[in-house]
């Protein structure tokens, strides 16, 4: 049962642009989020993340939003820049530990 | 600083064959430690995580076994390997107490034929 899902397994967009990352979760015990930037035959790295008490984090080019009553949080990349293209995984935290991530959304950002 | 240790990078097993694969984490001690698999086409997948040595939790059944022999090595095993085992295996770490983040090591793909 997918916990945790991202309904877009691919994004295009134009360098300079904004790419908005959507990820959708079920269990309401999630009390932390996270993501998470991927390239081909390596480890995930971490990118930004947000508590559920808060509904936004900004860390440079990265915002993530985060709406609970929704269960719905979404990650914005502006500017888009070449080298954002990888395979973004949305993840959510329970007790602390256990990580549950998305299946991934590749992103593809075009000059 | 910390690093996380996966060997192998690649290994193709053939089916019915063991399987080990082993994951140490360097610069910290009683780590949170996880094992992850990404199947062709499908996410990141929680396998196991352990909280201490002993300690291991099972997300899913499966073919596979974990088990932390000391502190801050993770080993994830099979005795009989399925084609379906085929993937991209990732070991990860975090703090204890800390909410959020894991390291991931580099990863092990494995091909079962």
């Known amino acids: 049962d997918q916990q945790v899902k991202q309904n877009s397994p691919s994004l295009s967009v134009q360098e300079g642009r904004i790419s908005i990352l959507n990820c959708d979760y079920t269990?309401?015990?999630?009390?932390?989020f996270l993501w998470y930037k991927k390239y081909p035959a390596e480890g995930p790295t971490f990118l930004i993340s947000?508590?559920?008490?808060?509904d936004k984090n900004e860390d440079g080019r990265f915002t993530v939003f985060l709406n609970k009553s929704a269960k719905h949080l979404s990650l914005h990349i502006v500017p888009s820049q070449p080298g954002d293209s990888a395979v973004y995984f949305c993840?959510?935290?329970?007790?602390?530990?256990?990580?549950?991530f998305g299946k991934g959304t590749s992103l593809l950002v075009t000059p | 600083s910390q690093t996380i240790h996966q060997w192998p990078a690649t290994l193709v097993q053939p089916v019915g064959s063991p399987l080990s694969l082993e994951c140490t984490v360097e610069?910290?001690?009683?780590?949170?430690l996880y094992w992850y698999r990404q199947a062709a086409g499908r996410g990141l997948q929680l396998l196991f995580y352990?909280?201490?040595?002993?300690?291991i939790s099972s997300e899913v059944p499966q073919n596979l076994s974990a088990s932390r022999p000391q502190d801050r090595q993770f080993i994830l095993s099979s005795k009989k390997l399925l084609l379906s085992d085929s993937g991209f295996y990732l070991c990860?770490?975090?703090?204890?107490?800390?909410?959020?983040?894991?390291?991931f090591g580099q990863g092990t793909r494995l091909t079962v034929v």
């Open positions: 990860a770490w975090s703090r204890q107490g800390a909410w959020g983040e894991a390291f």
């Open positions: 269990n309401s015990m999630f009390d932390y």
């Open positions: 947000i508590s559920s008490i808060k």
């Open positions: 993840a959510a935290l329970r007790n602390g530990y256990a990580l549950n």
């Open positions: 610069g910290t001690s009683n780590p949170n």
């Open positions: 352990s909280v201490g040595i002993g300690q």
